[in-house]
C-alpha cells in the first residue's frame, strides 16, 4: 500500500500558439521527496514549474497537489489562498523577486495575514521572527529594505516567504544558480536542513548537476518538452542511459576536464529513443 | 618563460560610488605570456572584472589608478590618441551577454566587418568572404547565410560564437574574456570553451579568461589566479589548484561546490559572506571567514610570497599546505 | 532619423543635462515651494482689492505701495498676479489628478488583464490620441460656455491617454517582476497586488509624470483664457492677464502681459525641470 504522492502530474502539455514547449509529461513526487528536472534552455522545465504553480494554465493534462486538483485557474479567492498553502516556489533572482519597498518583517507578515487570519498581531510577530531563524537572518536583516541586502540574504528571505503558508511542495527554479559559489553552499545546507526539519518536497528546475546531484532523490530529465529519462538521481547521473544525458553530464567542469566540440554535435544527432 | 605580452605590476583602482572614492583593487600583480592563457577567478565583487576592465581602459569616468599596466613596452594607463588605438586593434573582448554588444538592428555581416572596413581599410567583398571564412573557423558552417541574418535569428551560443569569430578577424595578441559562457547552456558551453582554447593555441594568443567557476578556468588556463576582495590571493599552475591549494580561500571555493558524482551530507560552507576591497578589514581580508586564522592574521595584509612555483597572500601557506591538501581531497 | 527628431533628441538631452544639476534642482523645488504657497495663500496676501479699478491710474508704472504698478483699467498689478495665482495653478492641478487617476488605472488594469482588454483599451487610446488637447478643450467651451469646468475635464480626458500610455509600460514591466508572481502564487488577490506591490513600485514613475504634465496643463490653460474662453474677467487669471494686456503692449506699457506671462513660463519651467529629475530617477531605479 503506498502513500498518496504529495504531486502528481500526468499528460501535461503546453502550447504558446501552436508551438509545443511541453508535451506528456508525467512524474510524481512522494511525500517529502525531492524531485529534479533537469534540462537546457528551451526544455520546458521551467514551463512545467509555471503550470504546476498556477502562474500557467496547461493546454492538456492534470496537476495533483495534496490529492486536490489544480489543472484549472483557480476561481475563488478561497480556492487561490488554498493553493498557496500546498504549492510555493522560490525563483531565480534574487533581485528581483522581492519587492523593493517591503523587508522581510513585512513580506513575511502579508503571507501570514492571508493564511493565518485567526492570528493575533503577536502571534504573527512570533512566527515571523521563528521563520527569520530558520533561514538563518539576524534582526537587522529581517528589517533592512531589500536593496541593502546580498544575493543570499534575499534568497533566504525568498525562501522563508515560500515556507511561510506552510506548503507541502516548494519548487526550486534555479533558486541558487545565481549565488556565488560559497553563498550557493550555505543556500543548499540550508534547504536540506528545512527539508529534514519541515517534511516538505521539492521540486528542483535546474541545469546544474551538482545542485541537482546534492539536493534530490529522483531526477527526470527534459529535452524539447518531453521527458528523455529518469530514475533515482544517483544512477541517472552515475550510468546515463540516453545518450543526451550523458553529454549533460560530460558537459560538466570537473577537474582535469577539457572541453571538445564534438559533444555538442553528439547532442545535435543524440535523438531520444 | 618568454617576454610578458602583459605585465600588470600592483595595480590599485579606485572607483567613484556616489561620488566617493572606494578601493576596489588591491596591488592586483600578474603576466601573461604569448599564447600563455591565465584564468581569473573569483566571486562576485571580488575585482576580477574590473581587473579586466582596467587591462582594456574601460574604467568608468573618475576612476584612479596607481600601479602599471605594461603591454608592448607602454604603460596602458598613459596611451594616447594613435598609440590608444594601436592598443585597442591589439586587445580584443568577449563579454558574458553576447546581445548586449551585438547591435539587434544590423545584420551579421555589418556587425562582423565594420572593423575591417573602417579601420584596416579592407573592402566589402573580401571582409565578407573573411567574415565567412572566420565564421568556419569557429564551427559556424553556414557563414554566408549568417552573414544575412539579425542578431535575433540566432541562438546565444551561435552569437557569442559570432562575437568570437569578429573579435578573431582583426588578429588580436591579446584577448579578454569576461565570464563568455555564462549566459550558455553547458553543451554549448563546452563548444564554445573549445573553440577559444583551439583559436589561442592554434594563433598564439594570449588569454586573460575570467570566470567564477574554478573547473573551468582550469580546462583552459595554465595558471590561474584566484581573487578575493580585490586583490590575487594565489596565482599557481590550475592542475595544481585543485590538489594542492595554497590559500585556504581557494579550499572553499573547491569544497563548496557540489559534484556531480557524488551527494554530500553538508557541504562544506565557511560562514560570512564575499566582501569588497573598501568593506575589507586590516590584515588578511579573508581572516574573518578563515578556518585557519590565527591573530597575525588580523594584523597586517599578507604580502605575495612564492611557495612551490605559486603566488599566495596568505602568512601560514607553508604550515597549512598538507591541511588544505587533505580538505581538498577529502572533497574529491 | 528625420532631422525634427535629432533636434528634439538634442534638446532632451539638454534639458537632463540641466536636470542632472543638483543646484539647479534645489532652486526649481523651491519656485515649486513657493508656487503652491502663492496658489492657498496668494489671495490673502493681495495688498490692494485686485478689482479695484481706478481710471486715473490706468498704465500708471511703479509708486509706492504698488511696486508693480497698475495695468491699463488702474488695477493693482501684483495683487492681481496673487490673487491669479490660485486659479491659474488649481485648473492644472485638477487636470492633473483626474488624468492620473484615470491614466494610472487604465495602465495598471491594461498590463494586468492583458490579451484581448490590453489590446482593446490600447486601440481606444490610440483614437484619443489623435484628438489635439486644446482645440477640444475650445470647442468644450464653445459649446459649454466659457468658464474653467469645461476645459479642466477636457484636458483631463485628453492627457489621459498620454498618462496611461508611459504607466502601462512601466506596469507591465513590474507585472513580469518575479516578485509579483510570488504574490500570485500566495493567493493574494489582483486588487490587493496592485494596491500594495504594483502601483506603489511605479509611484516614482507616476511623480515624473504628474509634474511634466502640470506644466504642459498650465501653458493649456493659459492658452484658453487667452482666447477668452477660460476665466471670464474680471475674475484674475495670468492667462487672462497676457490676453488683456496684449493692447497695453502695442501702446508702449507691456507690465501685465510680461509679468504674468513670467509668472507662467517660470513655474512651467520649475516645474518640468523637477518632472524631468523625477523621471531620470524612476529610470535608473
Known sequence: MTEEPVLRVTGLRREFGGVVAVDGVDFEIPRGGSLAIVGESGSGKSTVANMVVGLCAPTAGTITACGRDRSRPARSAKERRLRGREVQIVFQDPYASLDPRHCAEQTLDEVLRLHRADDGKQQRQARVAELGDLVGLDARQMRARPRALSGGQRQRIAIARALAAEPEVIILDESVAALDVLVQAQVLNLLADIRERTGVSYLLISHDLGVVRQITDETVVMRRGRIIERGPTADVLAHPRQPYTQVLRDSVPHAGWKPTRALRALTEGAQPS | ?332 | MTIAASVLDGVRTRRRRVAGNTVVVWVCAAIVGLALLLAVFGPALAPHDPDAADLTYANVGPVAGHPLGFDSQGRDLLSRLLAGARTSMAGPALVVVLAMAGGTVLAVVSAWAGRWIDATLSAVMDVLFAFPAVLLAVLAAAVFGPGLTAPTLVLALAYTPYVARVLRGAALRERAQPYIAACEVQGLSAFTICLRHLVPNIAPMMAAQGTLLFGYAMVDFAAISFMGLGVQPPTSDWGVMVSTGQPGVLQGYPAESLTAGLCIVVVVVAVNLLGERLSQRSEGR
Do not use: W
Not at chain 2, 586587445?91 to 551585438?102: E, G, S, Y
Open chain 2, 1 to 332: 618563460m618568454t617576454v610578458p605580452v602583459l605585465e600588470v605590476d600592483r595595480l590599485v583602482v579606485d572607483v567613484l560610488v556616489e561620488g566617493e572614492p572606494r578601493t576596489v583593487l588591491h596591488e592586483v600583480s600578474l603576466s601573461l605570456g604569448e599564447g600563455e592563457a591565465l584564468g581569473l577567478v573569483g566571486e562576485s565583487g571580488s575585482g576580477k572584472s574590473m581587473t579586466a576592465r582596467a587591462v582594456a581602459r574601460l574604467l568608468p569616468p573618475g576612476a584612479r589608478t596607481s600601479g602599471t599596466i605594461r603591454y608592448g613596452g607602454h604603460d596602458v594607463r598613459t596611451l594616447k590618441g594613435g598609440a590608444l588605438r594601436d592598443y585597442r586593434g591589439d586587445v580584443a573582448l568577449v563579454f558574458q551577454d553576447p546581445r548586449a554588444h551585438v547591435n539587434p538592428v544590423r545584420r551579421i555581416g555589418d556587425f562582423m566587418t565594420e572593423a575591417l572596413r573602417t579601420l584596416h581599410g579592407v573592402d566589402k567583398h573580401t571582409a565578407a568572404k573573411r567574415a565567412a571564412a572566420a565564421l568556419a573557423d569557429v564551427g559556424i558552417a553556414d557563414g554566408e547565410r549568417r552573414l544575412e541574418q539579425y542578431p535575433h535569428e540566432l541562438s546565444g551560443g551561435l552569437l557569442q560564437r559570432v562575437v568570437i569569430a569578429t573579435m578573431l578577424l582583426t588578429e588580436p595578441k591579446l584577448l579578454l574574456a569576461d565570464e563568455p559562457t555564462t549566459a550558455l547552456d553547458v553543451t554549448t558551453q563546452a563548444e564554445v570553451m573549445a573553440i577559444l582554447d583551439e583559436l589561442r593555441q592554434e594563433r598564439g594568443m594570449a588569454l586573460l579568461f575570467i570566470t567564477h567557476d574554478l573547473d573551468l578556468a582550469g580546462a583552459v588556463c595554465d595558471r590561474t589566479a584566484v581573487m578575493y576582495a580585490g586583490q590575487i590571493v594565489e596565482t599557481r599552475e590550475s592542475a595544481k589548484l585543485h590538489e594542492d591549494p595554497l590559500h585556504p580561500y581557494t579550499a572553499a571555493l573547491v569544497t563548496a561546490r557540489p559534484a556531480v558524482d557524488r551527494a554530500v551530507d553538508r557541504l562544506a560552507a565557511i560562514p560570512g559572506r564575499s566582501v569588497s576591497a573598501f568593506e575589507a578589514p586590516d590584515g588578511c581580508p579573508f581572516a574573518p571567514r578563515c578556518p585557519h586564522a590565527v591573530d597575525a592574521c588580523h594584523q597586517e595584509r599578507p604580502p605575495a610570497e612564492y611557495v612551490d612555483g605559486g603566488l599566495v597572500r596568505c602568512i601560514r601557506a607553508d604550515e597549512l599546505r598538507g591541511r588544505l591538501a587533505e580538505e581538498v581531497a577529502f572533497h574529491d
